[in-house]
């Protein structure tokens, strides 16, 4: 399944900059898109998210970028801060309904150094 | 911080046999779900469960799995006959305004069949 592709599997940014992830998605009946952060032996937490009528949401030092027409959203952490270094995931809602199906892609680890 | 728990966090089990993964969702959330990622792969969408009924599986659902809600408070994952495919964690996630706005997720029960 391969309706949500995150291309990077990592990203290391020195602290104080702007990281910037990736998220591409082939599905056009996608409707909600979120972000999520994991930490090693703890579950994915939420982050943001953001509607496909919108193209853009910000939520303290992150902000989700929707391009529609490229099929494509980014997610970008400003400034980056060590204690962001985690896995982070797109995911894409799916099925009829609210039953709440959300597709992921595959992850991104970012690694922010002192 | 509510928190959805998860028990056990590590379960080894034998194929063949049946086992049974514990969560306890967030006491005022009404949607629950269960997501799996295979070491290495995806985080998938096992089911979606609202008003004591699935709301939506996936294919990786099938007959060999079941939820049940048995009390008001846990929610359970029943795997009948392990097999050796079905090693991975196990995440349980809860919801009070459906998908759009974001789970919790639990930290997981890492399943190993032997």
């Known amino acids: 399944d391969q309706q949500v592709k995150q291309n990077s599997p990592s990203l290391s940014v020195q602290e104080g900059r702007i990281s910037i992830l990736n998220c591409d998605y082939t599905?056009?009946?996608?409707?909600?898109f979120l972000w999520y952060k994991k930490y090693p032996a703890e579950g994915p937490t939420f982050l943001i998210s953001?509607?496909?009528?919108?193209d853009k949401n910000e939520d303290g030092r992150f902000t989700v970028f929707l391009n529609k027409s490229a099929k494509h959203l980014s997610l970008h952490i400003v400034p980056s801060q060590p204690g962001d270094s985690a896995v982070y995931f797109c995911?894409?809602?799916?099925?009829?309904?609210?039953?709440?199906?959300?597709?992921f892609g595959q992850g991104t680890t970012l690694q922010v150094k002192p | 911080e509510p928190e959805v728990t998860q028990t056990p966090s590590h379960q080894v089990t034998q194929m063949g046999q049946e086992v049974i993964l514990r969560c306890v969702p967030i006491?005022?959330?009404?949607?629950f779900y269960w997501y799996r990622q295979i070491l290495g792969q995806k985080v998938e969408f096992l089911v979606s469960?609202?008003?004591?009924?699935?709301?939506?599986k996936s294919e990786i659902f099938d007959d060999q799995f079941s939820v049940e809600r048995p009390d008001g408070s846990n929610f359970t994952l029943k795997i009948r006959s392990t097999k050796l495919e079905d090693s991975a964690m196990y995440f349980c996630?809860?919801?009070?305004?459906?998908?759009?706005?974001?789970?919790?997720f639990g930290s997981g029960t890492r399943l190993t069949v032997v």
């Open positions: 953001i509607s496909s009528i919108k």
């Open positions: 469960f609202y008003n004591n009924e699935i709301s939506e």
């Open positions: 996630a809860s919801s009070d305004k459906g998908y759009n706005y974001g789970y919790t």
């Open positions: 006491s005022n959330h009404l949607y």
């Open positions: 995911a894409a809602n799916s099925g009829s309904g609210n039953t709440g199906k959300l597709i």
């Open positions: 599905n056009s009946m996608f409707d909600y």
